[in-house]
């Protein structure tokens, strides 16, 4: 079966730095993106950060740049997100997502298609 799994949440003080991995399994075609979103308590989910894989761009929210970096492995169909300097409005679900869309707008939650069942951000002040 096709899946996404997430690891490496947790929690950390404002100022720290947590890493995401994002395993994928089970399918038979590489996807166009793959992407980090997030939803917070009462909040819409909202696009973190994606990579495509035809040519390795990456995009960020604008909240993020800077301090977060999206990177996959390939080989091992592994997707990462660093995240340094957290903020306490960092805190959220975090959901990695597949998109086999050619052309999808990268950080749009209706554009991904597969998605992780989220591992858990806190970041405290």
């Known amino acids: 079966a096709e899946q996404l799994m997430e690891s490496g949440g947790g929690s950390v003080q404002a100022g720290g730095s947590l890493s995401l991995s994002c395993a994928a399994s089970?399918?038979?075609?590489?996807?166009?993106?793959v992407a980090w979103f997030r939803q917070a308590p009462g909040k819409q989910r909202e696009g973190v950060a994606s990579f495509y894989t035809g040519n390795g761009n990456t995009n960020y929210a604008d909240s993020v740049k800077g301090r977060f970096t999206i990177y996959r492995d390939g080989a091992k169909r592994i997707l990462y997100l660093q995240m340094n300097s957290l903020k306490p409005e960092d805190t959220a679900m975090y959901f990695c997502?597949?998109?086999?869309?050619?052309?999808?707008?990268?950080?749009?939650?209706?554009?991904?298609?597969?998605w992780g069942q989220g591992t858990q951000v806190s970041v405290s002040s």
């Open positions: 997502a597949a998109s086999w869309r050619p052309g999808a707008c990268p950080l749009q939650p209706s554009e991904f298609n597969r």
């Open positions: 089970g399918f038979t075609s590489a996807p166009e993106y």
